[in-house]
DNA sequence: CGACTTTCTTAACCTACATTAAGTGCTGTT
DNA sequence: AACAGCACTTAATGTAGGTTAAGAAAGTCG
């Protein structure tokens, strides 16, 4: 049993047949660090399912500073939501971390598997349940909470993250610059 | 045809039995302003369409500081997402600030209509779809611009609501204390 | 291995926004 | 009419976090 089946199977259960079907409609890839497997300024046509490696989703504003958006590692999946609904160009870069196999799943496909085994459904709404929540906490903690609180919190939430991903890129994820989140660590350290 | 039967058949057809169904499983409420329906620490059983009047989620801070959620006007779906979801009690407030007629879905209901009529699955996927894009776009808006940008935004996204809503709550929707936004206000009528 | 690039740190200085506080003008209630 | 209570404004002062710049450390690639 592959992967992705598990993580369908933890919230509605399918058929062998059904799940040999779902399969076909995907691709395995493999990808080195650095790809881009997605630019701004161009539509998104799939979602990616990480079987392994890490990757991340950001935008570039003006330019120059980076803002990420999502990380995703083994188990997660992440696309240009935006781009992928609307199929207009989207914002957002999403980067291979560490060099990683997905399991792709193209829009074309997924609304191809909508209909034919509707189940899917509330699969994936049950998947942008949990993505719209994680994010709505997110950004009230943006709001209200300072950046060392949400530097905490994001240690608890993503307890492997830390050591795998670049400070520059946490820094980014909770909203400061590398600068800052180097002072603001050492003088967290120091306590 | 009441309105949120047209609000479901924007995304997904329902036959008239289904419409019938449906309507048979929720229930028509009328609040007065300031009338609080969903209080932080409870969980939140229902959510709520909006037929007329506004109604707004809020969390609050160290018990002083209130940060908006969202604001829902006529048309529009408002619940505490996590508590509704995980049963769990939420963080939320949901506050009604112009008298108001809303049809309540209690979270019983919603899920008998989605074993009874399995394409409200689709519908209630893409309603979330939609505000997971709303909500993202919002989270990098508050990484990313500037409060006076942020405003701008706010009153292309939503021209109706400036006449309607306390600037105050205006302030704390695009993340900023009611005295900055009183003077960012001026600086931006000078020129 | 060395050269190059990128990440991280430190520190001085800067600014967007917060805090506190006092005052003005509504609106609703009695 | 009068008072209470809010929403809004203004202004002085405070601070979390940004910017700039330069060096140290660490990863990457030939």
Known sequence: MTSIIQNISKHISLT???EALFLSKTETRHYKAK???QNAGQVCREGYFVNSGLLRSFNINDNIVEHVMSFACEGW???DMYSLLSQKPGNLFIEVMEDAEVVVLSK?????LYLEIPKLERFFRILIENSLVA???RLMDNLSLTAEERFEKFCKKYPGLIQKVPQKQIASFIGVTPEFFS???SRMLRK
């Open 135 to 137: 994010n709505q906490e």
């Open 16 to 18: 062998p047949e059904e």
């Open 77 to 79: 999946w992440i696309s």
């Open 183 to 185: 002072k603001m660590k």
């Open 35 to 37: 790809t881009i497997i």
């Open 108 to 112: 074309v496909n997924q609304d191809q």
